[in-house]
């Protein structure tokens, strides 16, 4: 049953902003400063661990700032009522794997030259492109990887699994967690309503004006399929997007997937419904 997206309205609410206000800190990583972004965190981490070649090498610079950033993050998102997990490490040796997902263990200059890694799922094996990043959606996975890093012998890998979809509506703020400039997407399980119409009031605080894209998607068991897609344009600043979401004879139940640019730094602020 097909479902169609009608903005409503984009309103600017003010143009100062807080990224980091009301967002978790690292139990991870204590010491790490709370970023949206892992790359606002690299020299910190350098500062903490300098790279000697022996016992620090460039890969842990990248997984370490990567592993404050998205464990913050997943305490954020139990937050909101589920469950998500995440890791990052050399996929070579000793090998990345978060539950049911993980890293084939080769060396970085393979990833190099063939320009891209692979990614292990229950669902089947996935291409993520070297210094790029890809969401997996397949049947009952859900989940999303960035390689940030790639040398000759290691290469880094940052994996995220979604275990349960918290559902709406969101009330505390979650971040848009960031590889290194790679954009992670926010998913919310949107629970059916008796109405052919649901009115969806999101509040984003971005770094910088952008284009956000906002997708419906089918719920576990078949995530591969995409109900509607749509692009929004957003302030720098914190904005509220006012949208429908339309469903004949109702509006059924999806997965509400939200995607910022890669290199703006995003926070999710709230999602209100209408029906609740």
Do not use: C
């Amino acid at each position: 049953m097909p479902l169609r997206f009608s903005l409503r309205e984009v309103r600017a609410v003010k143009p100062e902003f807080n990224l980091t206000r009301g967002l978790l800190q690292s139990k991870l990583l204590p010491w790490a400063p709370v970023a949206v972004d892992s790359s606002r965190l690299y020299e910190s981490v350098r500062r903490e661990a300098p790279v000697d070649g022996v016992e620090v090498v460039e890969w842990m610079l990248f997984s370490t700032s990567d592993n404050a950033v998205f464990t913050a993050w997943e305490d954020e998102y139990s937050r909101a009522g589920s469950r998500v997990a995440t890791g990052s490490g050399d996929a070579y040796i000793p090998g990345v794997r978060v539950e049911d997902v993980r890293g084939e263990s080769v060396r970085g200059r393979v990833v190099a030259e063939r320009g891209y890694g692979v990614v292990v799922t229950p669902a089947g094996d996935f291409r993520v492109p070297a210094r790029g990043k890809a969401l997996i959606a397949s049947g009952d996975v859900l989940a999303w990887a960035a390689i940030p890093y790639v040398g000759f012998v290691q290469w880094t890998l940052t994996l995220v699994r979604w275990l349960e979809l918290a559902k709406v509506p969101v009330r505390e703020r979650v971040r848009f967690p960031a590889s290194h400039g790679l954009v992670a997407p926010n998913v919310f399980h949107v629970p059916a309503t008796l109405s052919p119409v649901r009115l969806f009031r999101v509040g984003l605080t971005s770094s910088r004006r952008q284009v956000v894209v906002v997708r419906g998607r089918g719920t576990r068991g078949s995530y591969e399929r995409v109900l509607f897609t749509a692009e929004v344009e957003v302030p720098e600043g914190e904005s509220e997007v006012v949208f429908n979401v339309l469903g004949v004879p109702f509006v059924q139940a999806f997965t509400l997937e939200i995607q910022p640019e890669d290199g703006a730094e995003t926070v999710l602020d709230y999602i209100d419904t209408l029906p609740p």
